[in-house]
């Protein structure tokens, strides 16, 4: 799949548990581990003593800034030279209009293929699922909750541990 060369984030899918107790989270946990084969580095247990929990509910900075970069390069060049074939193809077409001026229409095909493939690349990189999680985790949190948290990298991974949790917690939000 194209995307996969272009977005660098490893874990992309999350599942987030909501329980009253941080006893009940970490059982729930085993029973995940055991149940599913889910590994342990992929789950957490948060809750909102932790100082550090926002950067357990997104542990990839680095990478999701390095994916906006690298998004945005690629299908921005991608566009362009889209754009330019556009525009040579009408001009060897004989289009009145390119064939009129070519270097201005050719290059102003060239400036809409880039914003066209920025757009595609703003959209690819948008992680609005991530938002809702994360806004519904830190409300969790902030009212005493637990959060039990699974960075899933596959979405068969996403759909066991939801399946999994969903008897077990009070409530289970997340990406599948």
């Not at 609005?128 to 039990?148: F, I, R, T, Y």
Request: hydrophobic fraction near 50%; charged fraction near 20%; aromatic fraction near 4%.
């Amino acid at each position: 799949m194209f995307t996969s060369h272009i977005v660098e984030e490893k874990k992309v899918r999350k599942v987030e548990a909501i329980f009253a107790a941080r006893q009940e989270a970490e059982q729930a946990v085993k029973y995940l581990i055991s149940e599913t084969g889910i590994p342990l580095q992929h789950v957490q247990v948060i809750d909102g003593a932790d100082p550090s929990y926002e950067k357990k509910l997104e542990p990839e900075p680095q990478l999701i800034r390095r994916t906006l970069w690298r998004t945005h390069g690629v299908l921005g060049l991608a566009g362009i030279i889209l754009g330019l074939l556009l525009g040579l193809g009408l001009a060897i077409a004989g289009v009145g209009a390119v064939v009129a001026n070519p270097a201005l229409a050719i290059a102003t095909l060239a400036f809409f293929g880039a914003m066209l493939g920025l757009i595609a690349a703003g959209v690819m990189s948008l992680k609005p699922q991530h938002d809702a999680v994360n806004m519904d985790a830190v409300q969790n949190l902030n009212e005493g909750k637990v959060l039990v948290l699974v960075m899933a990298e596959a979405s068969e991974e996403a759909k066991r541990a939801k399946a999994c949790l969903k008897p077990l917690a009070q409530k289970v939000n997340g990406e599948v």
